[in-house]
Structure formats: C-alpha cells, structure tokens
C-alpha cells in the first residue's frame, strides 16, 4: 500500500484552514436526503478537525452540472441534512474560491465548519485545472481527502489540490485504503473473490485482474451463464453473453495458469417467467436446464459448496450478488453465502471487504452488512481498485 499521511501527522491546526473533500453527492426526496450514509462516514474527520480548533471549508459535487451553475445542484440542498448529522451549524458559501470565500473564513471562529458550492459548478474542476485548484488552494492551510467514492477521478477538487497543499487521508479515506490493502494489496491467503451480476462484458478487467491475485474465483449472476456457455452449457433463455465465449474460456485458461480455482455453479434455480415464486420454479443440474427455461440462481449444493471453499480461506472479497437478488426467491444463494462468511468474519477466521451498489443492496438484505469486516460504498472507485487501476485521488495522497 502507498504511504500517505494521516490526520496523526497533523500538529496544531488552531486557527488553520482546512480544506476537506468530502462526498456530498446524497440521494434526495422532497427536498432531504433520503440516505445520509456518506456523511456520517466522513464526521469523525470534520469533528476531529473542527474540535481540534481548525476552521473547516468542506467542499464537494453534487449531481452533474456539467461546469455550469445549476439552482437545483447546490450544495446548498444538503447543508441542512450535513448540519443535522454532525450536529453543528454548517454556514454556506456560495463560491469555491475567491473573495466571497475569503471574507466568509475571517468570520468562522476556531472550530466552525463551511460548506463551499458544488465544485463541479465550475469547469475546471473536471479539467482537473491547475489555476482554478490554485485559486481554492489560495484560502487554505492544508487538505484533507475523505472522498474515496471520488478519488478514481483526477478532478481539481481529488487530485489537483494534494499537490499544491500538505495533504492528508481523513479517516474514512485511512480505514477504506487500510480496508482496501488487506483484501488484495497484501492479503493473507487464501484469498477468494466473488464476483456477480448481470453481464461479464462490465466486469472483464475485474476478472482478468483477480485471476491472477486470488486463489478461488467464485463466479455468480448472469455472469456464471456466460462461463457456462464457454464451457458447453445448454443455458436455454438464460441471460447470457454468448459472443463473449472466447473472452471467458480465455480467463479461465489465465486462471489455471495462475492457479486460481474458477467456480461455477452445478445445480441452478430455473424457471420459465422471471417474476417472484413463479409456478415454474424448480432445481436442476446445470445440464439439465431446458430450451424455454432461465437460470434465475445458484443451486444449494453448489451453494453449500462454496460456503466450504470460504471455510478455507483467509481473505474474501465480493462484488456483485449470485443471482436475482431483488426477487424471491432468488435471493437464496446469495443470503446464504453472505451470512456464511459474515459468520467466518465474526469468528476471526476471515477477513471480508464487500463494496458496489447491488452488493451492499444484497448484504443489507442478507442482514449481514455489519457483519463483515469492511463494506465499502464507494462504487466505480471500489470497481476500479478490484481492476487494479491506480486511483488519481490516492496516488496524489502520496505524491
């Protein structure tokens, strides 16, 4: 794992400013956030920072304004969501840099917090342009970058400021890289991937990366019919990516070169109709799926058997659920395995980090999220680090 400095390294901050991006992008309703998960994961570091005396400018996006100001995209939307969770007047500032946000630090105290408009209301946030990161970097003493969910964009606001003031991971960034380095940069083996979902197309360089870095790829969703296919499968009207059979016996031959075990499933949940209990609902042998039917699940012996492979590992880390998740009953497998390994983690014996959308969707359903040792909600940034692209955002942090 790169080095990168910490909150730990900052001395006295009374009086300093603190530039902090943070992820504001909040799902709203009615004019409130309907999910305030991302800012109670960076409160710890505005609370740190703004109980350490430091004035505190918090600056994210929020929506797509595409550099232009839009009314509806202010971050002015979410102050009073972000001031009730932290339990702290939160004054706005209508600029980003400037004198407007000049005059606004001289009137903070020691210890307040500002909250700066959305960033990309400007275009050289998405250029990533040097004078406009010099012009925010102007009004503060350091940076502080708590936004993983961004750090796969190399925007002024993630990656042009760290290299224009000391820069610093707050706490959330710290326990996600931490998170981030025990699942793939330097994990204890065994390790084992799960990787789900709809299309292996969306997925390929996850796989092509993990195939050579773990020892058991379990390969679920309407992925594992693609796999299947390759392998001379019938999967009848399953959804399937037959013009990417090459591609995946292809990884598969990768695998085995590494060492890596691909698992797929062998007994499946099929029914004719894709829609909750179906009357055509049964379990089969993947060999046995018929010409009118879809493969909507992995099957209990094969979920039973991957619940032993994670028996034997050391390290998980997950991507994507099994099946049709969304619609009972194929929501079984995933369940199932899910609160296997969340029952491995609570018991020592594996460390489990889970991140995407539809996986934290699957492991809340599962009732399990708490249950494992890092969830990450980062989306795009967590796909890219299972690619194992270089993240801009983190890469500038130890610059």
Known sequence: MPKFKTLDDLGDVTGKVALVRVDLNLPMKGGSATDVTRVEASMPTILELADAGAKVLLLAHFGRPKG???????????????????????????????????????????????????????????ANDPEFAKGIAANADFYVNDAFSAAHRAHASTEGLAHLLPAYAGRAMEKELTALDKALGNPEPPVAAVVGGAKVSTKLAVLENLVGRVQHLIIGGGMANTFLAARGVDVGKSLCEHDLTATANAIMDKADHAGCTVHLPYDVVVAKEFAANPPSLRTCNVHEVAADEMILDIGPQATEALADVLKTCRTLVWNGPLGAFETEPFDTATVALARTAAALTQDGSLTSVAGGGDTVAALNHAGVAKDFTYVSTAGGAFLEWMEGKELPGVAALSA
């Open 68 to 126: 232009q100001r839009h009314s509806t995209m202010s971050t002015s939307y979410v102050q009073g969501d972000v001031s009730r969770v932290l339990g702290r007047e939160i004054m706005f500032i209508s600029e980003v840099a400037g004198p407007v946000v000049e005059q606004s630090i001289s009137i903070l105290r020691n210890g307040d917090i500002g909250l700066l408009d959305n960033v990309r209301f400007w275009p050289g946030e998405e």
